[in-house]
C-alpha cells in the first residue's frame, strides 16, 4: 500500500499540487488579537497581508494540538486501513509542530500505526518541495524507507536564501536579536538570510539595496552549485509575484532551470518574516 503523505501549512504548497498529490495538510492558527484563524483555511495568504499593515498590534501564530494531529492521523487510518503514514514538518528550531504531530501520533488508540515523523529543518516551501517529492514518490510506488532517503538527500541538496524588506517581524517574533534588526534599519541593508543545518534562521550577509543581494544570492548559489548545470527552482512571495519573475530571469541568466514553482509565503510565516519577503530554493534536477 503506498504511503499517504501529511504535511502541515507551513510548507506553503500550491494548492493546486496539494490536491493533485493528495497530500493531507493540518494548519496552524495565525491571531489577530483574540481571532484565531486557520492558516491557508480561514485566513489565505491575501488577505492576510491586505490586513497585516493596519493591524492594531501584530499577529502571533500558534501550533496545532496534538489532538489535530491525532485526528488527522485517524481519518487517514479510517480511509486506508493499514497505510503507512508520513508526516513532514517544519523545523523544531523554529516551531514545535513537529513536537505536536509526535505527540498526536501517540495518543492514537491504534498502536500499531505506521506512522514516520520527519523534522524538516527548514520551513516555508524550503521543506514544501520536499512534501511534493514524497507524495510523488509515494504515488509511483516507493517505500517509505526510499522516500526517507530521498529526503534525507534533498535536506543537503537543496540551497535556500531568503530576503525581508524589514528584520522587525522576525525580532519580535524572538528568531533574530534586537541589534541585527536595528542594524537591518540603516542604510537600506539587505539582510540575506538562511537556515542552518539545525533549522535555525541565520544572517549570512548584508547587501546595500535589493539589487545587489539579489546579486550576491545568485553568486552563493553558484558557488554552492559549482558543476550543476540543471537546476529545479521554488521562489516564495508575499504580496508581489512579480518579484519571483524577477529572481527566476536572473537564475536562467547562469543555470539551466527545469521545473518552477511559485510559492504564496503563507500568513502563519508571514508573521514573521512580514511585507516584501523573497525566498528562493534551488536544488540540482534529477529530471
Known sequence: MNPIIVTDSTS???????QRLGITVVPLKVMFGDQALLDGVEMK?????????TADKLPTTSQPSPADFTAAYQRILDAHPGAPIISIHISTG???????????????????????LIDSLSASYGFGFMVVRAAEMAQAGATTQEIQAEIERLKTAR?????????????KGGRIGRAAALFGTLLNIKPILSIDKEGVIYAVEKA?????????????????????DRVDVAIGHTVQPESAD??????????????????HIG??????????????YIWPSVK
Do not use: W
Not at 159 to 171: G, R, S
Open 12 to 18: 506553503d504548497i500550491p494548492e493546486e499540487l496539494v
Open 159 to 171: 540551497k535556500l536564501y531568503f530576503l525581508v524588506d524589514t528584520l522587525e517581524y522576525l525580532q
Open 45 to 53: 495568504a491575501p488577505e492576510f497581508y491586505r490586513r497585516l499593515p
Open 94 to 116: 523554529m516551531s514545535g509542530t513537529f513536537q505536536s504531530a509526535t505527540l498526536g501520533k501517540s495518543l492514537l488508540e491504534n498502536e500499531q500505526a505506521d506512522i514516520t
Open 246 to 263: 524577477e529572481i527566476l530571469a536572473l537564475l536562467r541568466q547562469h543555470f539551466e532551470v527545469v521545473d518552477v514553482v511559485y510559492s
Open 208 to 228: 546595500r539595496g535589493r539589487k545587489k543581494a539579489l546579486a550576491r544570492v545568485i553568486e552563493l548559489f553558484k558557488q554552492e552549485l559549482a558543476g550543476v
Open 267 to 280: 500568513s502563519v510565516v508571514g508573521t514573521h518574516v512580514g511585507l516584501g519577503c523573497n525566498a528562493i
